[in-house]
């Protein structure tokens, strides 16, 4: 027997972990990457475990060549085109001739493995002072080969994945460690130098537990294969479990030594072997042996860590309120097997803003609570309501408690869990019994305890969320309708200016006629050059014109004044008949001028008064009168008032121009004048209705419209006036 | 009075006062003021006459002084003849149009006593 030295009971604890590592990674996640790396486990587990075979058979060569044969080549052969192909599928390599190379490695690899069966591969034994091995010939330096070009071309392939800077930096990472691991690994190809008569010391044992080093710290680092979680807890038990078989161990030395008698190494090892393969199987045994009782013998074994992890993770993933909310209740009816459950969220002033309801508890559940027990923090329990009523000394409380007490039972409430989020209440969740019916225990108040602050934190979450959104919604309407609004209000300031920038135009148009025919025929007055036969007449067409230019004036001013604030009109008692005479005697002239017929229709009797100013309703009368003479070309104006129970009407009917439909909704505008109008006559202001409009609207209960229109008709204004109540 | 044969202006205009107190200042310096009150009747008159000058109102009824420019100058046959402007109505914008469109220039009536409006016509036609 040759020495044993430390690398060879190395690969004693690798060979197991190696394994445990490739099928909890498979069994975990069944991705090809991670079967892949389980088959080379094994192939790494058969390696550890043959090579201590193999050190115990030598001096027996046809063991140690049996041993190598079977245990060892078949299953080193595949090693490399294993690492080749979870390079291959680690780095997603889709490219055609690497393809290639795998199945052409696979070839090689398998027809190794059938040539390792001769003894032009292997035959005879060397003898070193560390151990034993078969002597390599012709297939062996193939098996060298494929070890040295596939372990490149998996390097080759990781390399890549970390140079790539468009890669995550996790997957990146995930490579390097895989590379370095997959480098080390390869070193264990120095054994081969045995196979040619090179007795170095095993060194190369040792890169088994080095890879598993590195591989499980790329795991629990940087999620390897996604078992990183698994694997942590795994460590754990490993952990655990080792320092248990420390004191054992300890315990058996020390009663040996106590007892006097001699430990048989080969029984401990064994059994090391065992309690190792037992208890790493402590859990999944114990979990398998929990649901067997929990569904023979209690109905309600509910595994509180699982139930509040999977709510953890679901209610990290989800931000809406609603969903966050189901998947509370789910959690609570579905898990932990409660009977009713209902959600209650409050805003900052306790107003109820959510509800979900499971299971039979009346509408007004909250309420009671809310006054009585939200200053109390955490949660009520109604079983423990009894305990505190024996205790409290206090008569106000024990009022108030017993009232809760006798509420919680009657809509069947068992627990109410207070959501809160720093000093802050978000709202109440309400459990009832339990499905079994049995009470709620210590371990029961401790998970709902942790639940509670889980979800509480989830709903806070959520409707922080919801409310970010609602308000980032409402900003953006807001400030759509206001961009709306300004765009709107600029459109008519822009055409307040248009129409501002053509008054003036027409405005000193009008001003300017006049003063050009005044101006001129007091130039050719001065200067001696009004020829007698004319002079008369020049002088009347100046003298109307002047007249023209004081109306204009007037309207001008009249239309600035009412536009100010001050504008108001002192009502009195006014007798509109003798008004509108005034006006018919003023213009009786100027219609018999143009031709034109101008009637006064008044009732035969005397009519009533109107609340007016004489003044203003001189001016509407005027305006409406000229406007008449202005735009009738032919036939007659007939103004006419009529009176009626309260109110009485002035009407004037023209035989004009009319007025184009599309021209009545801006017809009583500032500066608004329809095309034919401004056609027909050119020295319109644009003033006279909007005037008219302007006083009549200072007249409580008065209205002017158009009564009736017809291009090239004719024309009806009417303007209603209320009666003044007689004294 | 040799100006009396040697120019012919026509003055568009529709304000009668206006026109009357024209008429009889270029008459007191010689000169023979055709007149036509209705702008859609202009173009047709200023076809017939072959004026040298034509005075041009801008509010003349239905159609606008700037239309009667813009035919004067789209025919061959009237497009020589000499076009000024003269309204009381004025606004940038048309008192460049009406320039680009061929108006000698345009003048505000109020800015000018008839007799000065006689000289300005007479420097013209010089």
Redesign the interface.
């Known amino acids: 027997m040759p020495e044993i030295s430390i690398p060879i009971y190395a690969q004693i604890p690798s060979g197991i972990l190696i394994f445990a590592i490739g099928l909890y990674s498979w069994l975990k996640v069944r991705k090809k990457e991670n079967f892949i790396f389980f088959l080379l486990a094994i192939t790494q587990t058969v390696f550890a475990y043959g090579a201590v075979a193999l050190f115990y058979s030598c001096g027996n060569d046809k063991l140690t060549t049996f041993i190598d044969r079977i245990f060892l080549y078949p299953f080193c052969i595949m090693m490399p085109i294993l690492v080749y192909h979870f390079s291959i599928e680690f780095c997603e390599i889709k490219i055609r001739w690497q393809k290639a190379a795998l199945y052409f490695g696979y070839a090689w690899s398998a027809a190794l493995v059938v040539w390792s069966q001769f003894d032009s591969f292997i035959s005879g034994v060397y003898h070193y002072r560390w151990g034993c091995h078969t002597q390599g010939h012709l297939g062996n330096h193939f098996y060298v080969l494929l070890i040295i070009s596939y372990v490149i071309l998996a390097i080759y392939n990781l390399y890549n994945v970390w140079r790539d800077k468009k890669n995550d930096a996790l997957k990146r990472s995930q490579a390097v460690y895989i590379m370095i691991g997959f480098f080390i690994f390869s070193l264990a190809g120095f054994t081969l130098l045995w196979a040619y008569g090179i007795g170095i010391y095993p060194w190369s044992y040792l890169t088994l537990p080095l890879f598993i080093i590195i591989i499980a710290y790329a795991i629990t680092r940087y999620r390897l294969m996604d078992i990183s979680f698994i694997f942590r807890q795994s460590t754990i038990y490993l952990i655990t479990i080792s320092l248990f078989l420390l004191v054992l161990y300890f315990v058996l030395i020390i009663t040996a030594w106590y007892l006097q008698i001699s430990i048989h190494w080969n029984l401990v090892t064994a059994a090391f072997l065992a309690s190792i393969l037992m208890l790493s199987m402590f859990d999944i045994v114990r979990n398998f042996i929990a649901r067997l009782v929990g569904r023979y013998f209690f109905s309600e074994v509910v595994d509180y860590q699982e139930v509040i992890n999977d709510l953890t993770t679901q209610l990290a993933r989800e931000i809406d309120l609603k969903k966050n909310l189901q998947i509370i209740k789910d959690a609570l009816t579905k898990k932990m097997k409660l009977g009713g459950v209902r959600i209650v969220l409050f805003d900052k002033k306790l107003h109820t803003v959510e509800s979900l309801v499971k299971a039979g508890f009346s509408s007004d559940v909250s309420h009671f609570l809310l006054r009585d027990f939200l200053l109390e923090k955490g949660m009520v329990i109604e079983q423990e309501l009894g305990f505190i009523l024996e205790t409290e000394k206090d008569n106000e409380k024990r009022k108030k408690i017993g009232i809760l007490k006798e509420n919680m039972k009657r809509i069947k409430a068992s627990v109410c869990l207070v959501l809160m989020v720093g000093d802050e209440y978000i709202g109440l969740i309400l459990l009832g019994s339990k499905l079994s019916a049995s009470a709620y225990t210590k371990e029961d108040m401790q998970a709902l305890s942790v639940f509670s602050s889980q979800a509480s934190i989830a709903i806070a979450n959520a409707m922080l969320y919801q409310e970010v959104r609602d308000y980032s919604l409402n900003l953006k309407r807001k400030v759509n309708e206001q961009t709306k609004d300004i765009r709107e209000k600029n459109e008519h300031l822009k055409k307040l200016l248009e129409m501002r920038s053509e008054f003036l135009n027409i405005t000193s148009h009008q001003l300017r006629t006049p003063v050009s025919v005044i101006k001129g025929t007091l130039s050719m007055l001065r200067e001696g050059r009004l020829p007698e036969k004319d002079r008369e007449h020049l002088l009347e067409t100046a003298y109307d014109k002047s007249v023209k230019l004081t109306d204009v004036v007037n309207d001008i001013l009249l239309a600035s004044e009412m536009k100010s604030d001050k504008f108001k009109i002192d009502m009195e008692r006014v007798q509109l008949a003798e008004v509108v005479q005034e006006v018919y005697e003023d213009k009786k002239e100027e219609a018999q001028n143009k031709g034109l017929e101008l009637k006064l229709d008044l009732p035969s009797t005397k009519i009533g008064e109107v609340l007016s100013n004489a003044k203003y309703l001189k001016q509407v009368i005027y305006n409406l009168i000229n406007n008449a003479l202005q735009y009738t070309l032919k036939g007659s104006i007939i103004v006419k008032i009529e009176e009626g129970n309260d109110i009485i009407l002035l009407r004037v009917i023209d035989t004009g121009i009319g007025i184009p439909k599309e021209s009545l909704p801006k017809l009583f505008q500032r500066f608004s004048r329809a095309p034919n109008a401004v056609a027909t006559f050119t020295d319109g202001s644009g003033l006279g209705l909007f005037i008219i409009k302007e006083i009549i609207d200072s007249h409580k209960g008065a209205k002017v419209y158009v009564e009736s229109t017809e291009l090239g008709k004719g024309t009806t204004f009417t303007v209603e006036l209320p009666k003044a109540k007689s004294i | 009075m040799s100006e009396k044969t040697k120019y012919k202006i026509l003055m568009v205009e ?5 026109s ?3 008429q ?2 270029f008459k ?1 310096f010689g000169i023979d003021l055709a007149i036509v009150n209705d702008g859609e009747v202009a173009y047709d008159e200023i076809v017939r006459q072959k004026p040298d000058l034509v005075l041009l109102d801008m ?1 003349i ?2 159609v606008s002084g700037l239309d009667v420019l813009n035919k004067i100058k789209a025919d061959a046959a009237t497009k020589n003849i000499k076009v000024v402007i003269i ?5 940038k914008e048309l008192n460049a149009e009406c320039k680009k469109a061929g108006a000698i220039d345009y003048w ?3 800015d000018y ?3 000065q409006i006689v000289e300005k016509v007479q420097a013209i036609l010089k």
Do not use: F, R, T, W
Request: charged share 30%; net charge neutral; glycine share 4%.
């Open positions: 529709d304000d009668e006062a206006q009357l107190m024209y009889i200042e007191n509010l009824g239905k309204s009381n109505y004025n606004k505000v009536k109020s006593v008839p007799k």
